[in-house]
Every structure is written in C-alpha cells, then in structure tokens.
C-alpha cells in the first residue's frame, strides 16, 4: 500500500469513517454509506467476488490493495481483509492514490 494512502486511511479510521468486517462492510454497501472498499489481495476468491459482485450492483468502487496485514496496519488493527471508507471525500483521495 502506498504511505500516503495508508496515511489517510489512518486518519479516516480515528475519525470513525471506517467499517471493517465482511459482514459490516456488507451491510455498508447496501445501505449506501460505504463510498469506498479496500479489499486485501490475499482475500478468499469467496470473499473477493462477495465484495466485488456487491460493489459492482451498489456503484460503490472496489479497489485491491496489499495483504491483510498491510490493510490493518494502516487502520491500527490486526490484519482485515475488507475496509469500507464512509467519507467520500477520504474515499475519493485514497482512490486516486491507488488507481
């Protein structure tokens, strides 16, 4: 992941603007809050269509990025497969530093 990316990811996480959890970040995106998920590259082929299929019908972007580890530690957790960022503005400038 990219330091800045990871950077504002941190700061979106102490600002509550985050939801881990495949059930959570589900629930997330069919609710409408989610504006951005981040999906751990070494994520279940299970997991990873869950996400992407439920992403791709809500409009919401879906972006691969490093391993769990990686993904957690930028939020300051264990490793989480699955972040959901419900700012949009944060979701935005992480998009564009990872695509």
Same mark, same amino acid.
């Given at each position: 992941?990219?330091?800045?990316?990871?950077? #504002? #990811?941190? @700061?979106?996480? $102490?600002?509550?603007?985050?939801? =881990?959890?495949?059930?959570?970040? #589900?629930?997330?995106?069919?609710?409408?809050? !989610?504006?951005?998920?981040?999906? !751990?590259?070494?994520?279940?082929?299970?997991?990873?269509?869950?996400?992407?299929?439920?992403?791709?019908?809500?409009?919401?972007?879906?972006?691969?990025?490093?391993?769990?580890?990686? #993904?957690? $530690?930028?939020?300051?957790?264990?490793?989480?497969? =699955?972040? !959901?960022?419900?700012?949009?503005?944060?979701?935005?400038?992480?998009? $564009? @530093? @990872?695509?």
């Amino acid at each position: 992941m990219i330091p800045k990316a990871a950077q #504002l #990811l941190g @700061l979106a996480m $102490r600002a509550r603007k985050v939801i =881990t959890g495949e059930e959570q970040v #589900l629930a997330a995106i069919r609710s409408g809050q !989610a504006h951005l998920v981040l999906l !751990a590259a070494d994520a279940s082929d299970n997991t990873a269509k869950k996400m992407r299929d439920k992403c791709s019908y809500y409009g919401v972007s879906c972006v691969t990025t490093g391993d769990r580890h990686e #993904l957690g $530690r930028a939020i300051g957790k264990d490793g989480r497969v =699955t972040v !959901a960022v419900t700012d949009g503005k944060l979701a935005e400038s992480i998009q $564009r @530093l @990872l695509t």
